[in-house]
């Protein structure tokens, strides 16, 4: 059920930027030199509170942009 309430909306988007230590994701660094093709920007793995970034965290992060967009697009930041 979609609720038309803005604050809801809003709080969807607040959920989503932010973590309890106000960083959704770590800083990226850029990756340069002999190591890539071009130079890149990338999110260490030792950066990740775990050690690991799987696909299906990258993939639930990409979906949960996908449903915030379409239903509360007009409080995307």
Same mark, same amino acid.
């Given at each position: 059920?979609?609720?038309?309430? =803005? $604050?809801?909306?809003?709080?969807?988007? @607040?959920?989503?930027? /932010?973590?309890?230590?106000?960083? *959704?994701? =770590? $800083?990226?660094?850029?990756?340069?030199? @002999?190591?890539?093709? /071009?130079?890149?920007?990338?999110? *260490?793995?030792?950066?990740?509170?775990?050690?690991?970034?799987?696909?299906?965290?990258?993939?639930?992060?990409?979906?949960?942009?996908?449903?915030?967009?379409?239903?509360?697009?007009?409080?995307?930041?």
């Amino acid at each position: 059920m979609v609720s038309n309430d =803005p $604050a809801i909306r809003a709080r969807g988007w @607040s959920e989503f930027s /932010s973590d309890a230590e106000d960083t *959704p994701w =770590p $800083a990226p660094v850029e990756v340069s030199g @002999s190591a890539v093709v /071009s130079p890149v920007h990338e999110i *260490p793995v030792g950066q990740i509170a775990d050690g690991t970034l799987a696909t299906d965290d990258a993939a639930q992060r990409g979906l949960a942009i996908i449903e915030l967009l379409a239903i509360a697009p007009d409080q995307a930041p």
